[in-house]
Nanobody
């Protein structure tokens, strides 16, 4: 199974983007799927994660109310709708998936085995 992320680009502050992550298999095969990002000189961090069985979602406080994670099981695609983008959201965004991890750790990128190639998001001020 492979993940293919897309949808990044250059936008201005306050604008929106929707990222997509297409899985070559079914997203339902994974226990947890999510988005992570890494800015230059910074550590990778969670953007949003979701567990398929419970539907539990995770957002860091800085993204609550602005970002929304969703899945389209028929299309085997994970989405991240990003609204009210800020310059500090500039980063490479990665999608990731894992078939089994502790629910308490599903926001920890180190727990994920499968990663997409990343898509660049740049927000200009």
């Amino acid at each position: 199974v492979q993940l293919q992320a897309s949808g990044g680009g250059l936008v201005h502050t306050g604008e929106s983007l929707r990222l997509s992550c297409a899985a070559s298999g079914s997203v339902l095969d994974f226990y947890a799927i999510g988005w992570f990002r890494q800015a230059p000189g910074k550590e990778r961090g969670a953007v949003s994660c979701i567990t398929n069985s419970e539907g539990t979602t995770y957002y860091p406080d800085s993204m609550k109310g602005r970002f929304t994670i969703s899945t389209d099981n028929a299309k085997s695609t994970l989405y991240l709708q990003m609204n009210s983008l800020k310059p500090e959201d500039t980063a490479v965004y990665y999608c990731a998936a894992d078939k089994s991890l502790l629910t308490s750790l599903y926001s920890d990128g180190a727990q994920y085995d499968l990663w997409g190639q990343g898509t660049q998001v740049t927000v200009s001020s």
